[in-house]
C-alpha cells in the first residue's frame, strides 16, 4: 500500500507534468485511482491548500515572475489562497561551521547519532553531533549505505553510533512541533569557507521565497562565479534547513534538485500553506 506521501508525490508529479492543460480534481484523483473527494480531502490534509490552488504556484511562467520580481510566494496570497506569516524554524535556526581543529581532524573525538525517521517527504536520515544536525537527507529506498558513506567522508575519523531515540527527538522538533524551543535549532557543518559561506546564504532566503544562482553568487560577493555557487549548493549536507530548494535558474525553471525534482515541489508548497 502507498505511504500518504507517495500519494502525494505522484499527484504532484502528474500535476506539474499536466500544468499547462490545467488538470482537474477529478483528473488526478482519477490517475490515483482514488475518489475525488477523498484525494481532496488527502491533498488538502497534506499541504493545506487545496490541488487547484496548489495547481496556480506549479506553472513555470509564474516561477518566472516570482523569480523576476524577487517576490515572496506569501506576498502573492490573495493570488494564490495561501496563508501569510513565516515559519518559526527560519528564524530560529543557526549554522556552525567545523572548528579549524575539528575540519584538520576529520571529527576525531566526536560521536555523531543517526537514525531513519518518517517526514512529511518521506523517510529522512538525520545524523548529529552533540553541537548540531551534521547530516540530513531524504531517502528513496531503505538502504543506508550511500548516506553513511557520504557522512564518514565528512566526519573520517568521528565515531558514528545508530541512536534511533536522539534522531527521533530532532525530527519531533522539526516536523511535529512538540520538541522544545527554547534555544535555536544547530546545525553543525564541515565545509570550505566557499561552501559555508553559500550555506549560510541560502539561509538567508525566507520560506516561500525564490532566488536564482546568480542571486546567491552576489550574496557571497562572487558575481561571476554562478556555476561555483552552485557546485557548493549540490554539496549542502543538510535538507531542508539550508533550503537549496528555494534556488531556480535566471529562467524561471525549477533546476534540479539532489533529492528529487518532485520532493522540491513538495516542500515548495508545503512551506507556502504553512507559512
Known amino acids: 500500500m502507498k505511504s500518504d506521501y507517495h500519494r502525494i508525490a505522484d499527484a504532484i508529479d502528474f500535476i506539474a507534468t499536466n500544468s499547462r492543460r490545467q488538470p482537474t480534481l477529478n483528473d488526478v ?15 488538502s490534509r497534506w499541504a493545506g491548500v487545496t490541488p487547484k490552488k496548489y495547481l496556480q504556484i506549479l506553472t513555470v511562467e509564474h516561477a518566472k515572475q516570482l523569480l523576476s520580481e524577487s517576490k515572496p510566494l506569501l506576498a502573492v496570497s490573495d493570488e494564490v489562497g495561501l496563508s501569510s506569516g513565516s515559519r ?12 579549524p581543529g575539528e575540519y584538520k581532524t576529520g571529527g576525531a573525538g566526536l560521536s555523531i547519532d543517526y537514525g531513519v525517521h518518517n517526514s512529511p517527504f ?5 545524523a548529529a553531533t552533540a553541537r548540531g544536525i551534521c547530516k540530513l537527507s531524504f531517502l528513496d529506498q531503505a538502504d543506508l549505505t550511500a548516506d553513511i558513506t557520504d557522512l564518514q567522508r565528512r566526519w573520517p575519523n568521528a565515531l558514528l ?3 534511533a531515540p536522539a534522531s527521533l527527538k530532532i525530527i519531533d522538533r522539526i516536523f511535529s512541533g512538540t ?7 544547530s546545525l553543525h557543518v564541515c565545509g570550505t569557507n566557499f561552501q559555508v559561506n553559500v550555506w549560510r546564504a541560502l539561509m538567508q532566503i525566507p520560506a516561500g521565497t525564490l532566488r536564482s544562482y546568480s ?7 562572487k558575481p561571476m562565479a554562478a556555476r561555483a555557487v552552485g557546485s557548493a549548493i549540490g554539496s549542502n549536507p543538510i535538507a531542508f534547513f539550508i533550503p537549496c530548494h528555494r534556488v531556480l535558474q535566471q529562467s524561471g525553471n525549477i533546476g534540479g534538485y539532489h533529492w528529487g525534482l518532485t520532493r522540491k515541489h513538495l516542500i515548495h508548497a508545503w512551506e507556502s500553506a504553512r507559512g
Open 29 to 43: 484523483a482519477t490517475h490515483l485511482e482514488l475518489s475525488a473527494a477523498h484525494f481532496q480531502r488527502l491533498f
Open 179 to 185: 520538541g522544545p524551543v527554547d534555544r535555536p535549532l
Open 88 to 99: 518559526l524554524y527560519d528564524h530560529f535556526v543557526q549554522l556552525e561551521a567545523a572548528t
Open 122 to 126: 518521506g523517510d529522512i536520515f538525520v
Open 161 to 163: 553510533r545508530h541512536n
Open 215 to 221: 542571486h546567491i553568487a552576489k550574496a557571497v560577493g
